[in-house]
């Protein structure tokens, strides 16, 4: 079933510490994106990218960065966790400007 | 610059009353607005859009939403709520230009009482 994948699932971080988390899409969406989920403040765009190549700064850059190589793929970095960080991580694809928006069904992250 | 304020962020219902979710958007061109539904420990999944046309717009599961320019609202409703409606419900925003960003409101709580 084409769609968005996630990975990994869930992971617990230590502070200080690098990670990736992987998105692929195999929509041949342009638009991609990705959101942290937090208890009450719904979500929050992070980053996001209008085509392969391109991306821009969301609601909520800063500890995190983007990069988008190709149209299918769009890791988000941390490049050094902090516990405030911890969050669910969800990234979506978007064929076009008046489409919806896709997604994934998210990264559960916790640094401790 | 765009955004999404979603007025009530928990609402309680009886089984068969209206459901009424409230949404406001701010956009500095003519938006194209979203409700979405994620159901516990799910991603989130589209009830409706609205992009040109119709301001009256029909969605999954008896769901509509009404786009007021006027009001810059486009606030959710379904007639008669069922136990399965019990969800987080997000209105989202993107603005009409050649910018795919997409902004989401904190969310509405709906819980359905027997």
């Known amino acids: 079933i084409a769609g968005i994948t996630q990975a990994p699932t869930s992971q617990i971080l230590a502070a200080g510490r690098r990670m990736t988390l992987r998105c692929t899409q195999d929509?041949?969406?342009?638009?991609m994106y990705w959101y942290r989920q937090d208890l009450g403040l719904g979500l929050r765009l992070i980053h996001y990218?209008?085509?392969?190549?391109?991306?821009g700064k969301g609601e909520v850059p800063d500890g995190y960065s983007v990069s988008r190589a190709n149209t299918d793929d769009f890791p988000l970095t941390l490049a050094s966790a902090v516990p405030s960080q911890t969050s669910v991580y969800f990234c979506?694809?978007?064929?076009?400007?008046?489409?919806?928006?896709?997604f994934g069904q998210g990264t559960r992250l916790t640094v401790v | 610059a765009q955004s999404v304020t979603q007025l009530g962020s928990h609402v309680s219902v009886s089984e068969g009353a209206l459901v009424l979710l409230r949404c406001n958007y701010s956009?500095?061109?003519?938006?194209?607005l979203f409700w979405y539904v994620q159901y516990p420990n799910q991603g989130l999944q589209l009830l409706l859009k609205?992009?040109?046309?119709?301001?009256l717009v029909k969605g999954i599961n008896g769901f509509e939403a009404e786009f007021k320019k006027s009001e810059t609202s486009f606030h959710l409703t379904k007639p008669s709520a069922h136990m399965s409606d019990a969800a987080e419900y997000f209105c989202?925003?993107?603005?009409?230009?050649?910018?795919?960003?997409?902004?989401f409101g904190a969310g509405t709580t709906v819980t359905v009482r027997a």
């Open positions: 929509m041949r969406h342009n638009a």
């Open positions: 990218s209008n085509t392969a190549g391109t991306t």
């Open positions: 989202a925003v993107r603005g009409g230009s050649n910018d795919y960003k997409l902004s």
């Open positions: 979506a694809s978007s064929e076009g400007i008046a489409t919806e928006a896709f």
């Open positions: 609205y992009t040109t046309g119709a301001t």
């Open positions: 956009s500095s061109v003519p938006p194209y």
